[in-house]
């Protein structure tokens, strides 16, 4: 039976590319359904050409072509990332992990409630979370290359890029709020705390966690590549 | 065209279906599978079935796992412990909505 040659198949990852699927994950599959196609037709019409067989295993795909799958295969990472980051989060919630977000909370608020400048505390606060953001745009940086190629890498780093613009613009404000209201109000500043806290978990997560889990995931599914 | 419109809200179920009786499988498998079981009469359009199968693979429901066959890289498609949970609870909704179905088709007179 009449198979698909090696020369051809890097033909085929070369045809997806030109038809604008531009990560690894989709061209692999692609290409081994394209393939499969062509192989199928074969078996009926052996004499059929392999550009000719792709154009009409190509036909099949309707009118969006590819653009249908990569649009819902980013969709869809979107989405597990997003449920990824939301168990990570729900997982601080329960024990054991619970432990270390109420210590965590308490010492933010101690921190608040018996310095001399809650203010400078807040401050600090922020920078550790605009850090953790630095370190994600490092890791990007240094990343360049596997972003390109995999979407599930891609859309790993863009849940916190997305979130940071919003995060960081909501924040200026915050120091000086703490300093007008909280430290007259014990319950407030607890409050905060408990707020700050959230915060920086979901720095933690966003901006550290679901990248290295992104780039781990990929390493291990395409080891091949 | 028409008569596949019907099947389109099950899609997810007929994959989930399809993998759990088959273990694994690749999306060409799939729609080749679907098409010989149906005698030609149902075909799963490569544009409708990878978005549900990635869908169902961010949901947890498959896992994949790669092979090399004739110089290419074949992703399989497999139940996970999760998806096999949900395998039961589609096929139980989708009994139900054809009994319900064939009660409004089919009504008894002497009811």
Redesign the interface.
């Given at each position: 039976m009449k198979?698909?040659?090696?020369e051809q198949?890097d033909y085929l990852f070369d045809y997806t590319r030109k038809k604008r699927v531009r990560y690894y994950e989709i061209q692999?599959?692609l290409?081994?359904?394209l393939?499969?196609?062509i192989?199928?037709k074969w078996e009926q019409q052996p004499e059929l050409s392999f550009e000719k067989a792709l154009q009409q295993v190509y036909d099949?795909?309707?009118i969006?072509g590819f653009a249908?799958?990569v649009q819902?295969?980013e969709q869809?990472?979107i989405?597990?990332w997003r449920?990824k980051a939301l168990g990570i989060l729900k997982e601080q919630l329960l024990f054991p992990m619970v432990l270390r977000t109420v210590s965590l909370t308490m010492l933010i608020f101690s921190a608040l409630l018996f310095s001399e400048s809650p203010r400078w505390i807040t401050i600090s606060l922020l920078a550790v979370m605009f850090g953790m953001a630095i370190i994600s745009v490092a890791h990007n940086l240094m990343n360049r290359k596997k972003l390109q190629k995999y979407l599930s890498i891609s859309t790993g780093f863009g849940l916190g890029g997305a979130f940071m613009s919003v995060f960081f613009s909501s924040f200026q404000y915050l120091p000086s709020l703490v300093i007008k209201y909280g430290v007259q109000h014990p319950a407030l500043l607890f409050g905060f705390a408990v707020f700050m806290c959230f915060s920086l978990m979901l720095c933690y997560v966003l901006f550290i966690r679901i990248p290295q889990l992104a780039i781990l995931e990929v390493e291990q599914?395409?080891h091949?590549a | 065209m028409a008569k596949n419109s019907l099947y389109r809200g099950s899609l997810s179920t007929i994959i989930l279906k399809l993998l759990d009786e088959h273990g694994e499988m690749y999306g060409y498998e799939i729609t080749q599978h679907v098409k010989t079981m149906t005698e030609g009469k149902l075909t799963i359009t490569e544009g409708a079935l990878y978005p549900a199968l990635h869908k169902l693979e961010s949901q947890g429901w498959l896992e994949v796992t790669f092979k090399e066959v004739n110089n290419r890289q074949r992703k399989y498609y497999s139940l996970t412990p999760n998806g096999q949970k949900e395998t039961a609870n589609k096929l139980a909704e989708l009994q139900s909505f054809i009994q319900q179905m064939q009660l409004i088709l089919n009504p008894k007179l002497d009811a």
């Open positions: 198979k698909v040659s090696k198949i692999l599959e290409v081994d359904h393939a499969s196609a192989e199928e099949g795909f309707g969006y249908k799958i819902e295969k869809a990472f989405r597990y449920n599914k395409y091949f | -």
